[in-house]
């Protein structure tokens, strides 16, 4: 696959048409959004061979989307967005993810960051977070549920957090999280009781690998009205969470991608064994998407649940209330999801069932998905950077509606292999190298923290300009890290 | 004859095994599970693993394929390190065929292990372009993680 099987349809967008691919097994056009730079590097790490494979799936409607944080990943790249229709469509294990409902919550605030740096309040905002926030593999949540309430967790997601378990929240916020915070779930018996417990001790921990908590200062507003809107004033601070369904979501994505292998083993033979897929409307395909919204529910308590210790910590450190602070859920929002949704597609309004891995909603001003006080200006969607770069608020677009399915990208998306990213740290103090910056950064994985430095991003900058050039989402803020809890 | 190293892709890490027969291979990759998921610090606590007895936790696995079997193993190993704390630091192979493993899996606390934790935290063992292969008896395969 080469630059030459895509015919560029506008500075951002590239398309490799379905009536010209000479093995005649694409179903749809395959695109991807990005500057020709990111899309030679997504042919090269195969990634776009990957969206090629998705468009050769038996009923997929639209086009095989990547957003431009694309990279390899397995089954769907990184970055993948496709849709099936809902009655008679097929559900993919693969076009989710293992960490189900892995998303990003931004807070704000009305602290001014100058006052973090006057009383010394970064280091004892990182060393609180690192100390009272459950981090890494082996380390259990801030509460441990018995299987009883722990499948009321799962039925009502962050509804639950916030009637039994949150000091510090409402039943308000519960309208700035997509969806809610909670998917229709009502069927427990489905749920292993490995799963069971790996999720009952893991309410409300961060985990490892790319999950992080971060302190950042708003230092550019580029939308004033939608920055009003989304409450996101220059110069103050804000705090963003990025976790998933931990050890649960795990579980369940390898539990049913097991289910549907053995109901399916005639189609392993597909071009990526991690495409296996159920018919929607099959007992495998129906039970997977139960699972799919337990685990969505999992992890939106989950950063309820996070969110509200750090209110704790900064009620604590600054002696205010939370009111006070003005801390308030800007939105929390998924990336690895699948989700039945209204799209107009080929002139005609269809229901169809949307399969977001490493990509997020974008949903336009006046849709009646997003919360009232955001519908004159859009869907926040935000976009984090990597731990010594900017993270972004933008805004979804109609255009997005027209041309990604309502989509966007999710990131700064990997460019360096942890390997790569090892060797090039070999020698690098990364905690300093970033002090140096005035990011405090406090984990307690130092390899972790080599394989996530910055170098082995993409320039988030670049993710930007191609999602505001292509019109799937627009700028509104940008904000810088102050302190930054890896996992 | 057993064999075994990481590699990784730009999202995520994976191991390359090779060993005699599926009982050579299956050792190849428990070695090369705990050097992912330990790294260096694995050999610097393994002399103190004959201090300790090692606590036999039967697994048995039908499934469909050597790859199937893999994945599954793979899969119970790293659910005793992530909420069991148990490190699997020995095996003991019972019966395997292509289709039908019977060991046990010889486990320490890590806490016991100057309390060795995980460098990275894997989500899953993935399908994803697995194939175990066989030359002359030697079998061989590489298994990505998503981590």
Redesign the interface.
Known sequence: MNLNDFTQISPYRWVMEKNTDKSNSMNTNAEVFGTEHIIKAAIE?Q?VQQVFNVSTLPGIVSNSYAMPDI?????FS?GGVAAFPADTGIVLPGGV???INCGVRLLATNIPASELQKHSYKESIGYNLLSKIPT???DKGKIKLDKKEFIKVLENGAEEIVEKYAKYSSRNDLRFIESSGKLDFDMPGIISE?AM??GRSQVGSL???NHFLEVQVIDEIYDEKAAAAFGLKKGNISIMIHTGSR?FG?QI??DF??TI??KN?SRIKIK???L?YAEIRSPEGQHYLQALNAASNFAWANRHLLMDTIIEIFEVIFKLSSREMGMRLVYDQAHNIAKFENHLIDGKNQRVLVHRKGATRAFPPGHKEIPEEYRLVGQPVLLPGSMGTASYVLKGTQKAMEISLGSSAHGAG???????ALQLTSNMDVKDRLKKKDILVFS??G??LR?EVPEAYKEIDEIVEVTEGAGISDKVARMIPLVVVK? | MEFFETFSTTADVGIRIRGKGYDGLFHSALKGLNLLLFDCRFDRVSPLIASFPQTPYPFEFHGDSPENLLVNFLSEILFLIQQENLITTGLSIHHIDDTHIKADLLCIPLFELQNLQPELEIKSVTYHNLEVKDHEGIKSAEIIFDI
């Open positions: 790490d990634a990279h390899y990943g397995y089954g990184i993810g293992y960490d890494g593999t082996t490995r417990e790996r985990g490892g690998g050890g795990h994505a390898t991608i097991e292998r053995k083993i990526d064994p991690q296996i990997r460019q360096l292999s942890r390997h790569k307690f994985s390899k972790g394989e996992g």
